[in-house]
């Protein structure tokens, strides 16, 4: 099943207020930045990524919004095409995704690809995610799996034509100390990512049509 079509025929049908997005009350200019900690690991270092590029976004015009899944969603289910989507934490994840100016998206390195996690909640949150601006931030434990982010960024810019900026920030263990980024050239890095985001994002925004 395509991510681009996440519900199953008669499905929004059958249960459509319960897993759509919700009126947004604020003006399309007011949209904030979101920045999406997806790790469920209590010692996420991603979220340390995470954390350091909501603190870049929350000084722009339009801030930022920081959503944990370890605290905010933990208990999602795994995406079966179905009931998975009548969730109640669902509704908010889907009006925050499609609220946001840009996104920014940490995640964990498993096995070589972005961790089960941040993948089943693209495929909860479905076309939400349509044309939306986004950054890509990896912790991994080494270095060997840089490429990691690729299969996500190629995941969304295909199903849903999301505009991917074209550098991401991979961490290795070491980059890290103690509920810190130690390495400062990673912290730089995250700097320039959200940066790079908000750029593009803001320009998009601008631009008529």
Do not use: Q
Not at 105 to 130: C, P, S
């Amino acid at each position: 099943m395509s991510l681009g079509r996440p519900f199953p025929p008669g499905f929004l049908g059958r249960r459509r207020s319960e897993v759509t997005t919700m009126s947004l009350s604020k003006p399309p200019g007011a949209s904030p930045f979101l920045v999406l900690s997806t790790s469920l690991d209590p010692a996420s270092r991603s979220r340390l990524l995470a954390r350091r590029a909501h603190e870049v976004l929350a000084a722009s015009p339009t801030g930022s919004r920081f959503i944990d899944l370890r605290e905010s969603a933990p208990d999602l289910p795994l995406c079966d095409a179905d009931a998975c989507y009548a969730h109640p934490a669902l509704p908010p994840l889907r009006e925050a995704i499609a609220d946001a100016r840009g996104i920014a998206m940490a995640f964990a390195v498993y096995n070589f690809g972005a961790a089960a996690a941040a993948k089943n909640l693209i495929e909860l949150t479905g076309d939400v995610w349509e044309g939306k601006v986004v950054a890509l931030l990896a912790a991994a434990g080494g270095g060997n799996s840089f490429m990691a982010p690729m299969s996500m960024a190629m995941s969304l810019m295909l199903d849903f034509r999301c505009i991917v900026i074209p550098r991401f920030v991979y961490a290795a263990g070491d980059s890290f100390g103690a509920d810190a980024i130690s390495d400062g050239k990673i912290g730089e890095r995250v700097d320039a990512l959200a940066r790079e985001l908000m750029r593009v994002a803001n320009a998009l925004h601008a631009a008529p049509g």
